[in-house]
């Protein structure tokens, strides 16, 4: 086999790990291509400091970082190895950075990588340049270390070559032709190359390759500061290019590595400076190479005096050269790793740096090669995951930017950016305000966490009090809006929440096809399924209403579900997806007083044999018609009630209005998704993602293996025999310490899994966390340990739901 004809364009250190990965997989007829020289083409590779340190938020982009390191270390130039793992050590110099580095020493932790919390002598023992009076202390992780980017870059490239990849130095890419909404071809300066699949691996000039096919790639090239000093005199005589960790001090924006006797330090303290990449000098212009810019010493000013105070022994050397280098930043910090949804065959793996880079090019090798990666889970890193507003330039700035700010800030799970906010506002938007709403955006909707008008509630309703931390972006309202949804009734503002509809002659077989269950019910039916990758991995849940004959409206998770849905549209045209989101709204109207609330509104037959649970019916509500779902996530009696969105305003007056005699409440979402986790429903992305089948996440019921051939349907038969981990629900009766998602979970004193979500149940008055553990350990009643900012919580696994197992609730 040799694959399909590909064209890389781009020989830094993604486009060579793709060629040697994808390669290796028996791909040959592979092409690569690079504008400038090899192997020091003029991207960012060539300038890159190679700092690598694993500790991430995210569990894809440590897994990416861990398959990096693994394989440069092996990985040989020359008889050398391409990493210096000299470990990595981040250092506190304040109280809240020290939790932080907990909290990350957590995620490390939690994603299988050994590392550890130490003392400010141990830091010193680390690194002895260090100031050990300025340090509290330190996260130590010793399989970090120093890539040694271009040799990563000739040694994957020569790998691929002997295997009859080729490789086109001075080949600058001038077009991109397109036939029939297929690539065909690369264009260069040299002529064209023929291609089926082209991968754009162009790094800071990756908006630029991108446009030639009409895509706006959410990308921003920024400028960074990255120094060296000249030999200090207490390194001298340091023969080793690095001996001392990779280190990075935070709170001033600071990393720092060794280079023999004088220090390389990088800053992100400065101004954002961002670059448009059609702005980009060529290889031959460019003073040193287009990446790098000429250093700006008046943005580097703090960043020097703070490496002074740091690292005492600086003072008597000098800053002797610096570049402002240019890399790749993205809206929400992550990589875009994909395949064009306009045209075919058009491949993108940007923004991604050198730490992640041969974990990205396993994982595209595998993507293209198979249809997906079966080593990593690429769920938050997929090229198509933004809206159309997040892919305008403005927006895409401004994120860029403020992303570059925020690099090395300590970030509450909740925190918004601080801009831009307020784009997408849902009808209620009005009222909500009125109502005094404390709001977070989702997805660029600014949507109510909690109404500050409900504090009156706390006379009827007990609230415990969490940690400072916890505290953040919660108030005690939302424990009282949690109870009074279970108590009376209550409005939820589900705008937010993504809509499909699914229509044409086609739609019911389409839909059989790319689902779990049977969705080829009777009109009125709403089904909740999921939707499988081909090797039976949840690529996410949603709820289906068949609306009419050849309609349904699909309740979805986000931009990635329409995605996957124009992936396999039909080519005669027989089914159209529609997204329905912006010119709707919905309002989830719950509580056990709902129906009473909603039938002094309508003729229709609310009654529990007039609409069933989980039935669908257009009604009218006053002057609002109105598709009325019954459902609930947040596991009460009560409907989605969807209009238009110019009816909105009306409907929540309407309801509101209705409801006063009741003790209607607007609640927001801190309710919400407690009362989600009392009832154990699952949320894509969290608690179950690409890389968890739907038996270990305990969705198991909703798929039907008797229905029919579906995608994953082959795939999950054989990992349905082979389950060794488990999603599994463990309560917590310290209520102080509410966590937050992505702590470890400890079972006798042995790392065994990660919390998903987790939130304190107002009803059950215990705190509930969801993590994924050994199956072994997933039984109820086994006592487990969350850890938790260096401190262990006692949790036990236990019986779900905590909440209404016996469905009284939403079925009276
Ligand atoms: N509403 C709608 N669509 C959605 C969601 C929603 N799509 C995305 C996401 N949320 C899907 N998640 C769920 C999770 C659980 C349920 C509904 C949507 C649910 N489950 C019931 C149960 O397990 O008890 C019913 C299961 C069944 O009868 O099959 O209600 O919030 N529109």
């Not at 509104?601 to 009325?628: E, H, M, W, Y």
């Not at 039907?704 to 054989?718: P, Q, S, T, V, W």
């Not at 488990?726 to 009766?733: E, K, S």
């Amino acid at each position: 086999m040799s694959g399909r004809r590909t064209v890389i364009i781009g020989a830094g250190v993604v486009g060579a790990a793709i060629a040697d990965e994808l390669s290796a997989l028996g791909w040959t007829d592979i092409v690569v291509v690079d504008q400038g020289d090899f192997p020091a083409t003029g991207g960012s590779t060539s300038h890159a400091p190679g700092v690598v340190f694993q500790a991430n938020g995210s569990k894809a982009m440590t897994d990416l970082a861990r398959y990096t390191v693994e394989k440069f270390v092996a990985l040989e130039h020359q008889g050398e190895s391409c990493f210096l793992q000299v470990g990595g050590l981040e250092v506190a110099t304040t109280p809240e950075r020290m939790a932080e580095i907990h909290r990350r020493h957590g995620w490390l932790t939690s994603w299988g990588v050994e590392a550890e919390v130490v003392d400010a002598d141990r830091c010193v023992e680390l690194h002895p340049l260090l100031d050990g009076t300025r340090v509290l202390g330190g996260l130590h992780c010793p399989t970090d270390g120093l890539a040694k980017a271009l040799w990563a870059v000739e040694a994957q490239i020569e790998r691929a070559m002997s295997r009859g990849v080729r490789m086109l130095p001075r080949h600058e890419v001038l077009d991109i032709t397109v036939e029939n909404g297929k690539v065909v071809g690369v264009v260069t300066n040299h002529g064209e190359i023929p291609a089926d699949v082209v991968v754009c691996c162009a790094g800071i000039w990756g908006p630029k390759v991108a446009a030639l096919v009409g895509m706006n790639l959410p990308l921003t090239p920024l400028a960074h500061q990255l120094a060296w000093t000249g030999s200090i005199p207490a390194l001298a005589g340091q023969t080793d290019e690095a001996v001392r960790p990779a280190l990075r001090h935070q709170d001033a924006d600071l990393y720092f590595r060794d280079r023999y006797d004088q220090l390389a330090i990088g800053y992100y303290g400065h101004r954002p400076m961002p670059i448009d990449a059609n702005g980009l000098l060529s290889v031959d212009d460019a003073a040193v190479m287009p990446s790098v810019l000429e250093f700006t010493p008046s943005d580097f000013g703090p960043a020097w005096e703070e490496t002074q105070a740091l690292l005492p022994s600086t003072t008597e050397a000098k800053i002797e050269e610096g570049i402002n280098g240019v890399f790749s930043f993205t809206p929400d910090g992550m990589p875009l790793l994909g395949e064009s949804q306009d045209v075919s065959g058009f491949w993108v793996a940007e923004a991604v740096w050198v730490t992640h880079s041969a974990g990205v090019g396993r994982a595209m090798a595998e993507w293209l090669a198979n249809g997906y990666s079966s080593s990593f889970d690429l769920h938050e890193c997929e090229l198509n995951r933004f809206e159309d507003f997040q892919l305008l330039p403005e927006f895409v700035l401004e994120r860029d930017c403020q992303n570059f700010v925020e690099v090395y800030d300590i970030l509450h799970p909740l925190q918004p950016m601080d801009s831009p906010r307020g784009i997408r506002t849902s009808p209620f938007y009005p009222r909500q305000q009125e109502l005094d709403a404390f709001f977070l955006p989702a997805t660029g909707w600014e949507r109510p966490h909690w109404y500050n008008s409900n504090k009156d509630l706390l006379d009827r309703f007990q609230v415990p009090q969490p940690n400072d931390w916890a505290a953040r972006y919660w108030s005690p309202i939302v424990g009282a809006e949690a109870q009074a949804t279970r108590d009376s009734v209550a409005m939820y503002d589900m705008t937010a929440l993504k809509r499909l509809t699914v229509t044409g002659s086609g739609a019911t077989a389409f839909l059989q096809r790319l689902t779990t269950g049977t969705i080829d019910k009777s009109i009125g039916s709403v089904t909740y399924t999921l939707l499988l990758d081909h090797d039976g991995g949840i690529r996410s849940d949603v709820t289906i209403a068949r609306l009419g004959e050849h309609h349904y409206q699909v309740g979805a998770n986000g931009a990635l579900d329409t995605n996957w849905f124009h992936r396999f549209l039909p080519q005669d045209g027989s089914v159209t997806v529609t997204d329905i989101t912006p010119g709707t709204c919905c309002i989830g109207l719950w509580g056990p007083k709902a129906r009473e609330v909603l039938s002094q509104l309508t003729d229709a037959d609310l009654t529990n044999t007039g609409l069933k649970f989980f039935r669908a019916a257009q009604i009218n509500i006053g002057n609002v018609p109105v598709t009325a779902m019954r459902l609930s996530y947040v596991g009460e009696l009560g409907w989605e009630l969807y209009t238009t969105a110019d009816l909105g305003l009306r409907l929540w007056d309407t309801l509101w209005e209705a409801g006063q005699n009741h003790g209607i409440i607007a609640a927001g979402r801190g309710a919400f998704n407690s009362l989600r986790l009392e009832k154990g429903y699952r949320s894509f992305g969290t608690d179950m993602t690409f890389e968890h089948d739907p038996y270990e996440a305990g969705v198991g019921f909703a798929v039907k293996l008797d229905k029919g051939d579906f995608i994953g349907r082959d795939a999950l038969l054989r990992r349905k025999e082979n389950q060794t981990r488990t999603l599994a629900c463990l309560t917590i009766d310290n209520h102080v310490d509410v966590v937050a998602g992505k702590e470890p979970v400890f079972l006798n004193d042995r790392p065994v899994g990660y919390v998903t979500s987790a939130a304190y149940g107002y009803t059950i008055n215990k705190g509930i966390a969801y993590a994924w553990l050994p199956t072994e350990a997933a039984t109820p009643g086994t006592e487990v340990e969350i850890g938790y900012f260096g401190r262990r919580i006692r949790a036990v696994v236990t019986a779900e739901p905590l909440f209404d197992p016996k469905m009284t609730r939403l079925r009276g």
